[in-house]
């Protein structure tokens, strides 16, 4: 045997020593891919097992979440006004004990130096009384707005309907919206915020029987500016809100109605997750020619049950629950009808032909 074929045996052996180590390494240290999924939006989702508390397995398949839509904040001007004096909790003027009536004559409002100005004019109905009425302003968390309770207020000559609104849309002031109350004796007004925000009330009198009840609302700024979403016209197609569900923690809270002008307004005051105040749902006529409300999935629904039974413009109302979805049902004449939402404040609005 020569000098090369006396070593070929430990070349060969280390060659398989070398490819042993390598398949070791191979195994136990090469980098995992990724797994691309996509998700509903049609961007592209990492899966990352490591995110996750327990493995991925058929049994457990990862959930991508589609991400909210993500808009430019409205941003807020600079400003030189002093807010030491606002805040964001309840406020008053005027005397609760006082049972004076009162006319409310207009709602004009403004653009400041780093809030926006609601002057209320009100006129006492007699000469007698001598003091502005009680007015209590109050932050809304669920309905996205600073409520208005004009305490004594039997008239109002303001020019915006009930359940209607006027639009505000500066730097995160939203709109002026007009609601109904239970009360005959008080009229309440929502000022939309996109965002929980300072604000102060003063009462000057201005004339005799006469008060200017002013509301200074500091912007808060953000992405929010009036807004409708559903249908935007009256059929008796399927209509349906693409909105929050019961894991946005989606409520109703409470309701409004009117009937003017040839048509039954029902309004839902909800309330839902940041992304979603609104709720989704869903208005069609059933095979048997009813009209049926279908809210899709809620955590509660405070007025289910007390609409059970009511007639509202000509409508009977029935109710029912099934697991999370709440249904109301119209026994009526088969009308032509609109389903819509709105923000700031949060509400679900159905509109039928009378």
């Known amino acids: 045997m020569d000098a090369k074929e ?44 490591s995110q996750t508390d327990t493995p991925l397995t058929p049994e ?81 968390t669920s ?52 965002k929980q925000t300072l604000f102060k009330i003063v009462s000057v009198e201005d004339a005799e029987n006469t008060w200017k009840i002013t509301l200074s609302v500091k912007y808060p700024g953000g992405n929010t500016t009036s807004e409708t979403f559903g249908s935007d016209a009256f059929s008796k197609d399927v209509q349906a809100i693409d909105g929050g569900l019961k894991v946005d923690n989606s409520k109703v809270v409470s309701y409004s109605y009117s009937t003017a002008g040839g048509v039954l ?17 869903t208005a069609e006529y059933n095979s048997e020619g009813k009209l049926v409300l279908s809210f899709t999935s809620l955590v509660s629904d405070n007025i289910h049950n007390s609409l059970d039974g009511d007639d509202l413009g000509g409508f009977g109302i029935t109710t029912e629950k099934v697991g999370d979805k709440y249904v109301y049902t119209f026994n009526g004449p088969t009308k032509e009808f609109k389903l819509y939402g709105s923000k700031s404040p949060n509400q679900v609005i159905l509109e039928i032909k009378l």
């Open 6 to 49: 006396s070593k070929l045996p430990y070349v060969l052996a280390f060659l398989m020593v070398g490819a042993v180590a390598f398949g070791i390494y191979w195994m136990f240290f090469k980098p995992a891919p990724q797994e691309e999924k996509k998700d509903d939006g049609g961007g592209v989702a990492i899966l990352d097992e």
């Open 60 to 140: 457990t398949p990862a959930v991508v979440e589609k991400p909210d839509t993500v808009e430019e904040e409205t941003p807020v001007e600079p400003t030189d006004t002093d807010f030491s004096t606002f805040s964001n909790s309840s406020q008053s003027v005027g005397n609760s004990g006082n049972s004076s009536q009162y006319t409310l004559k207009s709602v004009e409002d403004s653009k400041e130096d780093g809030f926006h100005s609601f002057v209320f004019n009100v006129q006492a109905k007699t000469s007698e009384t001598m003091e502005s009425p009680y007015v209590v302003v109050k932050y809304m």
């Open 143 to 194: 309905q996205g707005s600073i409520r208005v309770d004009l305490n004594g207020v039997t008239k109002d000559e303001s020019g915006i309907g009930y359940q209607k609104s006027r639009n505000i849309d500066e730097q995160g002031v939203i709109r002026l919206y007009h609601n109904i109350s239970s009360d005959p004796k008080e009229e309440l007004y929502d000022i939309g915020v996109a």
């Open 265 to 281: 307004s029902l309004v839902f005051n909800v309330s839902g997750s940041t992304s979603r105040p609104v709720p989704s749902a």
